[in-house]
């Protein structure tokens, strides 16, 4: 099982960064995949951006370009930076990673509790 930790948010102005955290523990064989999801208030949660263990990611158009993903593999941490901040990035925010317990098990999905990112003046 794997346990995910958020922590990094808080309240910000408009324009303003912030850089959120995402410790993974437990016991895995593998993490190959991490990501940040966010829920605003009456929406549906939605993708953020994920990386790969290779590195590679993903992010969603609303963020490209504002938000940089990143994981220390060494440390199963993700993080997310977070720039030129908008309102609308109002919301919480979940850690995801998708992992296996061997070799040859399926993969499994782990959330975090989230940390709530408010934007506003």
């Known amino acids: 099982q794997v346990q995910l930790v958020e922590s990094g948010g808080g309240l910000v102005q408009p324009g303003g960064s912030l850089r959120l955290s995402c410790a993974a523990s437990?016991?895995?064989?593998?993490?190959?995949?991490m990501g940040w999801y966010r829920q605003a208030p009456g929406k549906q949660r939605e993708l953020v951006a994920t990386?790969?263990?290779?590195?590679?990611?993903n992010y969603a158009d609303s963020v490209n370009g504002r938000f940089t993903i990143s994981r220390d593999n060494a440390k199963n941490t993700v993080y997310l930076q977070m720039n030129s901040l908008k309102p609308e990035d109002t919301a919480v925010y979940y850690c995801?990673?998708?992992?296996?317990?061997?070799?040859?098990?399926?993969?499994?999905?782990?959330w975090g509790l989230g940390t709530q990112v408010t934007v506003s003046s």
């Open positions: 995801n990673a998708d992992y296996i317990l061997s070799p040859i098990s399926p993969t499994s999905f782990a």
């Open positions: 437990g016991s895995f064989f593998s993490i190959y995949a």
């Open positions: 990386i790969t263990i290779s590195g590679r990611t």
